[in-house]
């Protein structure tokens, strides 16, 4: 007799707001999937369907919708809320200040689905997330950047 092997996916660390997001997102999603169905419905009624415009751009943005609510409940299966413990430790739901000397940056370490530099958040699995993860207050951290490797010292952590 043969084993199968089942492959378990590994959990996906978000923060409660991550999530939250992921949540907001596929209600999002699935409401504005009854007016894609319809405005399909619509385009296959015109006829001719390989010069129909709006066939095409119906069935893109149904597709497009469909995969963003395939993308998002696999995340949300897969999600594992992960709450900072206030140890003083760096973890996801962190928030830290570091310097490098000449300026300062301040950051919330999230999950990697979750992060955008341009609001302050980083992924726990980026250079400078990774080089965190673990340390306390005052600790000096190396990073290997693109234009070669930085030290920062950590200032704060809440």
């Known amino acids: 007799m043969k084993k199968v092997l089942v492959r378990r996916e590994a959990k996906i660390p978000f923060t409660k707001e991550g999530y939250q997001?992921?949540?907001d997102d596929r209600k999002k999603f699935l409401v504005?999937?009854?007016e894609a169905v319809k405005n399909l419905s619509e385009s296959r009624a015109m006829g001719d369907l390989s010069e129909n415009g709006y066939y095409?751009?119906?069935r893109q943005q149904l597709s497009f919708l469909d995969s963003r609510i395939r993308r998002v409940e696999r995340l949300i299966r897969l999600a594992k809320i992960v709450e900072s413990t206030n140890t003083g430790v760096i973890?996801?739901?962190t928030a830290v200040t570091i310097s490098d000397g000449i300026g300062e940056y301040s950051y919330e370490i999230v999950g990697g689905y979750e992060s955008d530099p341009s609001r302050h958040t980083i992924s726990h699995l980026s250079p400078i997330g990774r080089a965190l993860m673990g340390?306390?207050?005052y600790d000096v951290v190396e990073v290997n950047a693109p234009n070669g490797r930085?030290?920062?010292t950590i200032l704060s952590v809440s």
Do not use: C, N, T
Request: net charge positive; no cysteine; charged share 45%.
């Open 150 to 152: 930085k030290k920062y």
């Open 21 to 23: 997001k992921l949540l």
């Open 56 to 58: 095409k751009a119906s």
């Open 135 to 137: 340390k306390k207050l």
């Open 32 to 34: 504005a999937r009854p």
């Open 91 to 93: 973890d996801i739901g």
